[in-house]
């Protein structure tokens, strides 16, 4: 049974930054993509990064772009998304999930091809 954890969310101040985790138990990410998405109240859910377990390539949405750093870890069984210049705009709880399929230029960086998810991470920042 594929299992994701994330971990790191929390409160910081606007400007602040935040590293979250999302940890496999029992695989590796070699052959999926492994993508963060984020649902604010009331919002879609977003795609805003992903990364092949493959080959290593990444992709950010325009929302984070320059901001936040995905990378993956520990045996590619861990990927982390490094947050930084965070503001208000930001908070949402984060979730990590995996794909077989790597298309994150379709719409919401390919949401629909990611079925397996973790149970999310608050991330609130204040302002």
């Known amino acids: 049974e594929v299992q994701l954890a994330e971990s790191g969310g929390g409160v910081v101040q606007s400007g602040g930054s935040l590293r979250l985790s999302c940890a496999a138990s029992?695989?590796?990410?070699?052959?999926?993509?492994i993508g963060w998405f984020r649902q604010a109240p009331g919002k879609e859910r977003e795609g805003i990064s992903c990364?092949?377990?493959?080959?290593?390539?990444?992709w950010y949405a325009d929302s984070v772009k320059g901001r936040f750093t995905i990378s993956s870890g520990n045996a590619n069984t861990a990927v982390y998304l490094q947050m930084n210049g965070l503001t208000p705009e930001d908070t949402a709880v984060y979730y990590c999930?995996?794909?077989?399929?790597?298309?994150?230029?379709?719409?919401?960086?390919?949401?629909?091809?990611?079925?397996?998810w973790g149970q999310g991470t608050q991330v609130t920042v204040s302002s």
């Open positions: 999930a995996t794909s077989t399929l790597w298309y994150p230029t379709s719409r919401n960086m390919g949401i629909a091809y990611y079925t397996s």
């Open positions: 029992g695989f590796s990410f070699d052959d999926l993509a």
């Open positions: 990364i092949n377990g493959g080959n290593g390539a990444t």
